[in-house]
């Protein structure tokens, strides 16, 4: 079965630092691999997408992430972390019909200090 | 253009209770997901729909769950009867179709928050 691991919890990154939100995910076939953010009392924004092809890809707001198939992993990066940047985030992987219905982590919750 | 609408955004009722749940999905979209947000359990797929037509109901957690679809613009999720454990966030994602360079990328609505007591 499809499964998706965001190994931490909560993380605290000084505002101007870098970031980086691991994912690992289970899946048996080329995944379809997504970030989402969640702000409070908001739905889910999709930050960045990986289907096919250049394993780096870049989203809005400033972040990449990065696919790595020996590593079944897809980590989400940002230079330069911004105090707007202070979320929740989520790594999906497409399941189903060809990367229908998504699976979702549990989720990182970004704290960022000054 | 307008997103994923979902009402009410809060909904607060008694054990016993009957609810209903409601989605627009975005024009166009022919996927629809319901899905539901708990601190313990995360983000839950309960089902999801393809042309109106309910692909996969695995994740609806019980038969006091119910999901429907009756046209391309609408969808209902009911809870009769309602339990404290139900309380939670219930999001609905419309998907466009696949193909066409489109990548199944979820649009979320923003939630309705579902508080049983």
């Known amino acids: 079965a499809q499964s998706v691991t965001q190994p931490d919890i909560h993380i605290t990154v000084s505002e101007g630092a870098s970031l980086e939100l691991r994912c690992n995910y289970s899946?048996?076939?080329?995944?379809?691999l997504f970030w989402y953010v969640q702000s409070p009392g908001q739905g889910l924004q999709l930050l960045l997408k990986?289907?096919?092809?250049?394993?780096l890809v870049q989203g809005i707001k400033g972040f990449e992430a990065e696919f790595k198939r020996s590593q079944s992993s897809f980590n989400l990066r940002k230079p330069s972390v911004h105090w707007s940047d202070a979320a929740e985030y989520f790594c999906?992987?497409?399941?189903?019909?060809?990367?229908?219905?998504?699976?979702f982590g549990k989720g990182t919750t970004l704290s960022v200090s000054s | 253009d307008a997103g994923v609408i979902q009402s009410p955004r809060h909904e607060v009722t008694e054990m016993g209770q009957e609810v209903t749940l409601r989605c627009k999905p975005i024009?166009?979209?022919?996927?629809l997901f319901w899905y539901r947000q708990t601190m313990m359990r995360g983000l839950e797929l309960l089902i999801y729909?393809?042309?109106?037509?309910?692909?996969?109901d695995s994740g609806m957690p019980e038969d006091r769950f119910s999901a429907k679809m009756p046209n391309a613009s609408f969808s209902t999720l009911k809870i009769q009867p309602s339990e404290p454990r139900d309380s939670a966030v219930y999001f609905c994602?419309?998907?466009?179709?696949?193909?066409?360079?489109?990548?199944?990328?979820?649009?979320f609505g923003e939630g309705s928050r579902l508080t049983v007591l």
């Open positions: 994602a419309s998907s466009p179709p696949l193909g066409q360079g489109k990548t199944g990328e979820l649009f």
């Open positions: 899946y048996g076939a080329t995944p379809y």
């Open positions: 990986y289907f096919s092809g250049d394993t």
């Open positions: 999906a992987v497409g399941a189903g019909q060809a990367g229908t219905a998504l699976i």
């Open positions: 024009s166009g979209h022919d996927y």
């Open positions: 729909f393809n042309n109106n037509v309910p692909i996969d």
